[in-house]
């Protein structure tokens, strides 16, 4: 008999409601993402994209069941849009990407002799070899969402939400991001990208979830985002006012 550990889904949601205050952001939404699954995740504005990664991250409290594969390290781990510091601030991508083990290893951001080869590794992963002691600021902006990604897999995560990695992304980059998100899923993590480029979806992505308060699709991208598929995503009121 076999335990089935292997086989759990990365991340399972089951019903999953988050009000702020009397606005209803997220509704009954239900959705499984499978180990080295990469799904887009897509809706309008509001729709509450940002509401279900906070959901899943335990930032904030919700109704229903949220179940994330816990991995040696930690189960969840989330790629902001932007850099929170300054690209100004003087900080190596090295030590940047030490940060995302800060939550494990506890004390300063800093490269110890024991890090190193874990931060040599993220950056290898996202095609910076050997990059650990230039500026962040000398980097260009794809480079730097490389970065935040790095910094992300140091914590050895098996599901990774990217919150619009590609907004304001040009062309060849948003190509070059969407290649990586393919190969760290064939790699064996979930990946969930929120994202508003729906062509991009429909050419790259295998799987594409449309939330508009809830689940309004989960599918194919060509038949989530057909013209039907469309109306009924975008024509959804986005909130409840309660
Ligand atoms: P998206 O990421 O798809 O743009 P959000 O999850 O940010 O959507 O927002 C979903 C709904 O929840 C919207 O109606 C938004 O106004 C509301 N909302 C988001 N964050 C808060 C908050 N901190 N307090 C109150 N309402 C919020």
Redesign the pocket.
């Known amino acids: 008999m076999h335990d089935g550990l292997n086989d759990e889904p990365a991340l399972s949601l089951d019903g999953v409601t988050v009000r ?2 009397r ?1 209803v ?1 997220v509704e009954g939404a239900s959705l499984v993402v499978e180990q080295g699954e990469l799904v887009a995740l897509v ?1 309008p ?7 279900l990664f906070r959901a899943a991250l335990g930032l904030v409290p919700y109704e229903g069941r949220i179940v994330v594969h816990q991995t040696r390290r930690r189960g969840i781990a989330f790629v902001p849009q932007r850099l929170e510091v300054d690209l100004d601030f003087p900080i190596t991508v090295g030590q940047v990407v030490a940060t995302g083990r800060r939550a494990v290893d506890g004390g300063l951001p800093r490269i110890s002799a024991r890090l190193a080869p874990a931060v040599a590794r993220c950056l290898s992963r996202v095609g910076l070899d050997g990059m650990e002691r230039r500026a962040l600021g000398s980097l260009s902006g794809g480079q730097v969402q490389r970065v935040l990604i790095a910094r992300a897999l140091a914590q050895e995560p098996s599901v990774l939400l990217l919150d619009e990695p590609l907004a304001g992304v040009d062309p060849m980059v948003t190509e070059s991001l969407v290649d990586l998100f393919i190969r760290l899923a064939a790699e064996g993590a979930a990946i969930v990208v929120s994202t508003h480029d729906l062509a991009l979806v429909r050419d790259r992505f295998a799987r594409c979830v449309a939330i508009n308060r809830t689940i309004v699709g989960d599918g194919d991208p060509a038949a989530v985002l057909s013209p039907a598929g469309l109306e009924r995503f975008f024509g959804l009121p ?2 409840a006012e309660g």
Do not use: H, I, L, R
């Not at 504005?45 to 509401?51: L, P, R």
């Open positions: 702020y205050g606005t952001a809706g504005n509001g729709a509450g994209k940002s509401t986005v909130a």
